[in-house]
DNA sequence: TACTATTGACTGATCAATCAAACAATCGAT
DNA sequence: ATCGATTGTTTGATTGATCAGTCAATAGTA
């Protein structure tokens, strides 16, 4: 049972995230101090952190348990692999760049990133859960395709990767990098477009 | 005329600015203090950077200018608008992959990228000086071979982030987040790869 | 009353930047 | 050549600011 102190404690935990998650995406992990976090959390003493988190790494910990990206496409990967080529290529896309649609998703993996680049161990790790998973599953795909015949034979390791990359670029640029501005390129196009190339440039010689 | 203590004078500048770009790369711009820069440059006190630079932040510009990434293909605009489908495409995929192989020039596209993450209005201006000018130049090539007949019609810069897409995300991964281990893949195997599904996806319709 | 939540003052450590003094090279005058 | 003056280089001690983390006191709730 959950009293009602228990509740407000969880809220203000849950306040103390978002604040971080904010005060990190801007100014990254190391010049945010406790007191911005206090401040975009709306609480009055960078004190009260310590309340609720051993320390600030503890609150980076705290943010990936919360807000570590998750990928549809992962969470039912048999049912992936039996979509056929377009529509699977399709809804990989989408759903990898709809991940960033949550601004709190975008932000945690804007924080760790940042992180990544400073800390090698911390990227393996990063990298192991997030990106290289969902590349392998691609890959696997494209192996199945190109046993049924559907694709021609390539290394499905690069073949993953040639298709991935214009995701991560657009991703990269558009939200992590904030470079919206001046190349107004669409999400849906952009992915039907890679798409298209791909499937055309993959598909058996005859 | 360049006397001798001129020529030392520059040698400790320049021995100074690898010392700062070896212990920004590793630690980050802010985590890097002076005394790591001192070390990491051989000399015995902190003090002295400030007889060659004016404060820490003057030290990552002189980062940029002396290792700001050139790229070969920006050279020549005319001639590689002139060369051939394929080999144009191979030679800007080559030429980008190889911007990371001196080290020091991955060591300062590692240190502007971090830097970049956590400041917008860098990352605005880092990105028309590098690559949002290069992509440009291979959209206008794109949009010339679609004219004369050799590609398909399609939004040009679009095409140009597809083709860019995995070879960015692949200087990402290897050189600047050193995920090298698990996906050996040849740089030229995944160039050449990309190229030929970009040239098959991009060919006009029959 | 007993317990938890909250505050803000405090501490100790760290670090960018300054500075005065020591040191070394260069050069002109003798 | 030698000397001293001048200029540039190097050092390490110091300063002042910042900040993570602590703590004792206070407020609030069951």
Redesign the interface.
């Known amino acids: 049972m959950t009293t009602r102190r228990e509740q407000i404690s969880e809220e203000r935990r849950q306040q103390i995230i978002d604040g971080a998650l904010k005060v990190f995406a801007e ?2 992990f ?2 945010a101090t406790n007191k911005d976090v206090a401040e975009a959390a709306g609480i009055n003493s960078p004190g009260l952190i310590y309340h609720y988190f051993a320390d600030k790494a503890d609150l980076l910990r705290a943010i990936i348990e919360r807000y570590g990206p998750p990928m549809q496409v992962l969470a039912r990967p048999e049912e992936f692999m039996q979509l056929p080529l377009e529509e699977a290529l399709t809804q990989f896309g989408l759903s990898y760049l709809r991940l960033t649609d949550d601004p709190k998703i975008g932000a945690s993996i ?1 924080v760790l ?2 992180e ?3 800390n ?1 161990e911390f ?2 790790i990063l ?1 192991e859960v997030g ?2 998973r969902v590349w392998q599953l691609l890959a696997d795909y494209l192996a199945h395709k190109m046993d049924d015949g559907t694709l021609r034979r ?2 499905p ?3 993953a ?2 298709f ?7 991703m ?2 558009r939200k ?4 919206a ?3 107004s ?1 669409d999400a849906g ?2 992915v039907a ?2 798409v ?8 058996p010689e005859r």
Chains 1, 2 share one sequence.
Request: proline share 6%.
């Open positions: 100014k990254g190391v010049q804007r990133m940042a990544a680049f400073h090698p990227a393996k990298a990106p290289l390539a290394d390791r690069i073949a990767r040639c991935v990359g214009p995701l991560v670029l657009e990269l640029s992590i990098f904030s470079l501005y001046d190349m390129v196009a952009l477009m890679n298209a190339i791909f499937v055309r440039g993959m598909s």
